[in-house]
Nanobody
Framework: QVQLVESGGGLVQAGGSLKLSCVAS????????MGWFRQTPGKERDLVAA?????????YYKDSVKGRFTISRNNANNTLYLHMNSLRPEDTAIYYC??????????????????WGRGTQVTVSS
């Protein structure tokens, strides 16, 4: 069973930066597309960014975070990252790391993300 553990959340003022990390268990981390989702109370979980399996040459970003967030992965240590710059109050949410159920599937297939971490809180004050 794969386990995902997020870290790096916290409180930051608008315009600031945070870097989230997600450490995955298992021996085949590089075979899976990965993603970051976020959720606020009363709203659906929303895909923020995704990265393709392997070296991560493909990436997807939600329109509202393009140019501000960067997703990356380090397969040597089974870690997924989300570097967030120019944070806005509307970025406040619980951020979840997610892994696709099947190996070698496209990173933009939202419904294929079926394994989740427990989340890390990001709060952006104005």
């Amino acid at each position: 069973q794969v386990q995902l553990v997020e870290s790096g959340g916290g409180l930051v003022q608008a315009g600031g930066s945070l870097k989230l990390s997600c450490v995955a268990s298992g021996r085949t981390f590089s075979d899976y597309s990965m993603g970051w989702f976020r959720q606020t109370p009363g709203k659906e979980r929303d895909l923020v960014a995704a990265i393709s399996w392997g070296t991560g040459r493909g990436a997807y970003y939600k329109d509202s975070v393009k140019g501000r967030f960067t997703i990356s992965r380090n397969n040597a240590n089974n870690t997924l990252y989300l570097h967030m710059n120019s944070l806005r109050p509307e970025d406040t949410a619980i951020y979840y790391c997610a892994q696709q159920w099947n190996q070698y599937t496209d990173h933009e297939r939202t419904t294929d993300f079926q394994l989740w971490g427990r989340g890390t809180q990001v709060t952006v004050s104005s």
